[in-house]
C-alpha cells in the first residue's frame, strides 16, 4: 500500500499533506496509517465522481453484504460516504448473476462439454 502513497504524492502532493497534518499526533512514533489515508481519498473521490470512482465503495458493499450484514448498516455506511447503497449492490448481485447464468449456459452448449451427474442419493428401507 505504500506504493499507493507514492502515486498520491505524485499526483496529488497537497492533499497528502494535508490528510498528513489532519492524521499527525504529537508524541506517537507509529507507522504511517497508509489505511486510513485511502480510505479517506477513496470517500473524497467517491463524494466527488460517484459513477468514476466507485471501486473500493463498491467492494466494502459486496463484502458486507456476503458477510450478513443488516440493510441499516450498509445504508449507513452508504450516508458516511464509505460504501455504496443497498440497491445498489442488489443491482450489482443481480448482474454479476446473470453474467455467471450466462457463461455457464454459454460453457454448457459448447460441442466440447460434457455432462455429468453426481447428486444421486439412494433410499434404503429397512423393514423392522
Known amino acids: 500500500m ?3 502513497l507514492d502515486i498520491v504524492e505524485q499526483h496529488a502532493s497537497r492533499l497528502l499533506s494535508f ?25 473524497i ?3 466527488r465522481h460517484r459513477e468514476n470512482c ?3 465503495p ?3 458493499g459486496l463484502h458486507l453484504h456476503s458477510h450478513g450484514a443488516k440493510r441499516r448498516l450498509i445504508e449507513l455506511m452508504n450516508h458516511l460516504g464509505v460504501s ?3 440497491p445498489a449492490i442488489n443491482t450489482i448481485i443481480k448482474a454479476i448473476s446473470e453474467k ?8 454448457g452448449s459448447a460441442e466440447d462439454s460434457i455432462t455429468a451427474y453426481n447428486n444421486f442419493e439412494q433410499m434404503m428401507g429397512v423393514k423392522e
Open 2 to 4: 505504500p506504493a499507493v
Open 19 to 43: 490528510l498528513r497534518a489532519l492524521m499527525e499526533s504529537s508524541g506517537s512514533s507509529r507507522a504511517e496509517p497508509v489505511g486510513r489515508y485511502i480510505l479517506m481519498l477513496a470517500i
Open 45 to 47: 473521490y467517491f463524494s
Open 54 to 56: 466507485n471501486n473500493l
Open 58 to 60: 463498491t467492494l466494502l
Open 84 to 86: 455504496v447503497s443497498y
Open 100 to 107: 455467471a447464468r450466462e457463461d455457464i449456459a454459454r460453457a
